[in-house]
């Protein structure tokens, strides 16, 4: 996230230019200067204006976050803005990826599972997407043949051209109309990414469809943003231009001319290379505009964990099998937990690792240190406390052990482990607050009558593929994910036993059926959550369970408590308050190794 916030930053400046370009493009007030704009007042456009970015040269230019960040300026002057992801792979949806081809999958409200760029445009854009704003050909395909198989074609050879191809516009006009955001009003500008790279032979009906859909619209209400790749060999040091001429030399012969042209680069680029760009791809000079962030992806990330609050360890390290074949790094791991201020440990996937982090529970547990348990991490808390505090020595999860006499974590009754894709408890879902007086609720909620209740979205247990990891505030490494997926929950039957000992499950669905919430007795902060919270996480509305272990371990949490939780950070700060900056209490948040330095 914080090196998905560097990039942003950085082309952001970018984007200014390419607003200011769409202003002229349209002839009309699309675009209106900051800081006079306010968001009572919003600029007034007429039709709806379509943004495609396309991408040449090499996949992962960064067409994500070019797209982020135009859609982010777009929106801080007032417009609303709606996103849409292109993927030209045959799959219907990111259900059944493997993190090593595609990295992490992406839940949205209605259980959509979708590549993490919708991630990105949620974030970043504070709006909330549907499955449909992620168009992939599968979808189109399957669309258009059961339309045929219907007989909506009545009889006629149903082909590409037009058939695909006017699928894939009516797609996009339909969804550009959809509010993603909680007014419900619909959104002016419409940022349409295409994933892949111009050229590929998977994307050409996508470029075919939006060839014809220039004119459809009309050419005022469509601009198209090329992201290309200036590379500069180290054996001259010269940028070099003609993989971007030859990029842009291909669209054109698609169809689709570049209104603006984003340059990716390792060094600032030079004014003579700018104007060869603009000279041989049919542009004005300042049509062609820079992202430069000065540093290597590796290098950017080093720096953004030099300042975060948090680091990961193996968990796997920590279990004694370690001490016998590696003792060094058994003991490297120990001391690195032990020096933590708080503990987190998230889903993940198989058997690898388990026991490590159920004794990196027991050891917060014990020592009273801020732990949050998300996913598999709270089903582990379950299994250790019943080990440890119900003598159940061999309490576990049916996934692990299928044979335990005391199952305490169970498979989900929707769960379908014969079929792959779409079987799973997915998307925005309500949770019951049986109490008033967790921390958690405290924290994050407001009473409704003798309930408090809590839209969150739920994810499959042990969908996070590729961020597998346990994050000690102050330790870092990577555990080694396996690509099966079951999905699991706590045995209701066994609740009793729990919190008898002051194990509270503070938190169930509305049946009371699923444990979703719980909290430790005298405790400062022991918490686990069976969803995934950092689905609606932020930048500057910080999940609460996430921002309450931030809290707990810089010693911030009691006086945030005293003060009567005034609001959360969700309720403190909103782009539509008013506010220039976050609350004070979180502007003025810092753990206690960041003091320090």
Not at 8 to 17: D, M, T
Not at 167 to 183: F, G, L, T, Y
Not at 564 to 574: A, D, I, K, V
């Amino acid at each position: 996230m914080c090196t998905r916030l560097f990039s942003l930053y950085n082309s952001c400046f970018c984007a200014v230019e390419i607003v200011q370009h769409l202003s002229h493009r349209a002839g009309r007030a699309f675009y209106t200067k900051y800081p006079n704009i306010s968001s009572d007042h919003p600029p007034v456009i007429g039709r709806m204006k379509y943004i495609l970015v396309t991408g040449g040269v090499i996949s992962g230019i960064g067409k994500g976050i070019i797209a982020s960040s135009v859609g982010t300026i777009l929106k801080s002057c007032g417009l609303r803005v709606t996103a849409i992801k292109i993927d030209p792979y045959i799959n219907i949806d990111a259900g059944t990826f493997s993190p090593y081809e595609h990295g992490e999958v992406f839940v949205l409200d209605d259980g959509g599972e979708v590549d993490l760029d919708l991630g990105n445009y949620e974030r970043f854009l504070d709006i909330r997407l549907t499955k449909d704003n992620n168009l992939t050909t599968g979808k189109i395909y399957q669309s258009v043949i059961n339309k045929e198989r219907r007989g909506d074609y009545l009889g006629k050879t149903v082909q590409v051209v037009p058939h695909i191809t006017d699928a894939i516009q009516e797609w996009v006009m339909r969804q550009a109309q959809v509010p993603v955001d909680d007014d419900g009003v619909e959104p002016q500008v419409c940022v349409i990414e295409l994933g892949g790279t111009v050229g590929d032979i998977e994307s050409m009906p996508f470029i075919e469809a939006f060839r014809q859909f220039q004119f459809k619209v009309k050419r005022e209400n469509f601009c198209n943003i090329h992201v290309s790749l200036v590379p500069q060999p180290s054996a001259t040091g010269e940028q070099k231009t003609k993989p971007t001429q030859n990029s842009v030399r291909e669209l054109r012969g698609l169809g689709l001319s570049p209104d603006l042209i984003m340059c990716r680069c390792s060094t600032p680029l030079e004014n003579s290379v700018k104007e060869k760009i603009s000279m041989f791809c049919h542009v004005e000079p300042e049509q062609v505009s820079l992202d430069h962030t000065g540093l290597k992806t590796t290098e950017a990330v080093e720096i953004t964990v030099e300042h975060r609050p948090g680091a990961y360890v193996d968990s796997a390290d920590l279990e004694a099998s370690t001490l016998q074949e590696e003792p060094v790094r058994y003991h490297e791991a120990w001391q690195k937990l032990c020096s933590a201020n708080g503990i987190l440990v998230p889903g993940g996937f198989g058997v690898r690792g388990t026991e490590g982090k159920i004794q990196a529970i027991s050891w917060a547990r014990k020592q009273k240190k801020p732990f949050l348990g998300v996913c598999l991490g709270m089903q582990l808390a379950v299994c250790e406390f019943a080990r440890n505090m119900l003598d159940w020595k061999d309490a576990n999860s049916t996934e692990f052990d299928p044979e335990t006499k005391h199952p305490v974590v169970i498979d989900m009754p929707e769960h379908n482990p014969g079929q792959m894709g779409g079987t799973m408890r997915l998307g925005k879902r309500r949770t019951i607050f049986k109490t008033k007086n967790s921390i958690l609720s405290k924290h994050v909620l407001h009473m409704e009558a003798s309930k408090l209740k809590l839209v969150m979205k739920i994810s499959p247990c042990k969908q996070i593929w590729y961020r597998v990891f346990v994050l000690f505030l102050g330790v870092r490494a990577w555990m080694k994910p396996i690509l099966f997926v079951l999905c699991e929950q706590v045995n209701p039957e066994l609740k009793q036993h729990f919190e008898e000992k002051g194990f509270r499950f503070v938190g169930q669905d509305v049946e009371g059926e699923r444990m979703e919430v719980i909290e430790l007795d005298d405790h400062p902060y022991f918490v686990g959550v069976q969803y995934h919270p950092e689905f609606t996480s932020r930048p500057i509305k910080p999940s609460p369970p996430y921002f309450g272990l931030l809290l707990a371990a810089a010693g911030r949490l009691p006086g945030y408590l005293q003060k009567g939780c005034r609001l959360s950070p969700r309720e403190t700060y909103s782009d539509r308050s008013g506010s220039s900056s976050p609350d004070s209490e979180i502007a003025d948040f810092k753990l206690p190794s960041l003091a320090q330095d």
